[in-house]
């Protein structure tokens, strides 16, 4: 398959990258620094700003984009940079009639009890808020969507060894849907090696459309 990957060189994005070029697609790696891209015959690094004009141009012909399109955990304009980008990567998926594009969200739009998302208790983290928020805001108005071929990941509250899980793959993992994943009677979590798993995985058979969904480790 020919897929695109939007934040290439992210911690999602480079693993989603490294993931799909191992299966033999034709990977694109859109990003703002190429020279961070793996380098492969099946994987072509693009430069290029989401917020361009021309973006939709660059997202045809393609089985399936990607996007873990992220302006950074510590940018302080992360909330507004994030829903400009994300606003942006939806209108030329649209333009561009992409077959599928599966976006990478958080954890907080998670349901940890009726009516009740994981960003809205008191121990979420105060320093994250913002991105997350922004990313529940982007799923609540794709819902409503039928006009773009989307899908929504949410990977679980502990993604990696930065959140305290692993960064080992295993090759297995466990789906859900819109409620908080746990492991008895903690959240979940999931190494970015076995999340790019579940990606590649979903992008491939297209899957969730017009959907949100989880994975965690199993």
């Given at each position: ?7 290439a060189?992210?911690?999602?994005g480079?693993a989603?990258?490294?993931e799909l070029a ?10 703002r620094?190429?020279e961070k ?25 393609f ?5 873990a ?6 940018n302080?304009n992360?909330a507004a ?7 942006a990567i939806?209108?030329a998926?649209k333009?561009?009639d992409?077959?599928?594009l ?14 009740v998302?994981?960003?809205?208790t008191p121990d979420f983290?105060?320093?994250i ?6 990313a ?16 929504f990941?949410?990977p679980p509250?502990m993604?990696g ?7 080992e793959?295993t ?15 903690m959240?979940a979590?999931i190494s970015v090696a076995?999340?790019?798993?579940a ?5 491939e ?8 969904f989880?994975?965690a480790?199993?």
């Amino acid at each position: 398959m020919k897929i695109a990957v939007i934040g290439a060189t992210g911690y999602v994005g480079q693993a989603v990258v490294k993931e799909l070029a191992a299966r033999q697609h034709q990977v694109t790696a859109f990003a703002r620094n190429v020279e961070k891209v793996q380098s492969a015959d099946n994987i072509q690094a693009v430069a290029f700003d989401v917020n361009s004009a021309d973006f939709a141009a660059q997202l045809q012909g393609f089985d399936a984009v990607v996007s873990a399109f992220n302006p950074g955990w510590t940018n302080p304009n992360i909330a507004a940079e994030f829903t400009q980008g994300a606003n942006a990567i939806v209108a030329a998926a649209k333009q561009a009639d992409v077959p599928y594009l599966l976006i990478v969200g958080g954890a907080g739009s998670l349901y940890v009890a009726p009516n009740v998302q994981l960003i809205d208790t008191p121990d979420f983290p105060k320093e994250i808020f913002d991105g997350a928020n922004a990313a529940r805001l982007l799923l609540g108005e794709l819902q409503d969507h039928r006009d773009v071929n989307w899908a929504f990941i949410s990977p679980p509250a502990m993604l990696g060894a930065d959140a305290g899980f692993s960064e080992e793959r295993t090759g297995e993992y466990r789906l859900g849907g819109n409620e908080l994943l746990m492991n008895g009677e903690m959240p979940a979590g999931i190494s970015v090696a076995d999340l790019a798993i579940a990606i590649a995985d979903d992008a491939e058979q297209k899957a969730h459309l017009h959907q949100r969904f989880t994975v965690a480790a199993k």
